[in-house]
C-alpha cells in the first residue's frame, strides 16, 4: 500500500511572469501541464497561468 504523494507546483501569471498561486498535482495521474485562467493580484484581473519549476 503505497502512497500516493502530490507534487507541489507554482502557477505563474504568464502576464506578469509571477507566481500567484500554489496547488498540489499527482503527476502519475495528471501527465500535461497545467495551463490554468485564475486571478492574479499583481495584475488584478484574470488572466492565463502555466506551472511553473
Ligand atoms: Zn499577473
Redesign the pocket.
Known amino acids: 500500500m503505497g502512497q500516493v504523494k502530490d507534487t507541489l507546483v507554482k502557477l505563474k501569471?504568464s502576464?506578469?511572469?509571477?507566481i500567484?498561486h500554489y496547488t498540489k498535482r499527482n503527476k502519475k495521474k495528471v501527465k500535461e501541464k497545467l495551463a490554468l485562467s485564475k486571478y492574479?493580484r499583481?495584475?488584478r484581473k484574470n488572466?492565463g497561468h502555466t506551472e511553473s519549476k
Open positions: 501569471c502576464v506578469c511572469n509571477r500567484t492574479c499583481f495584475c488572466t
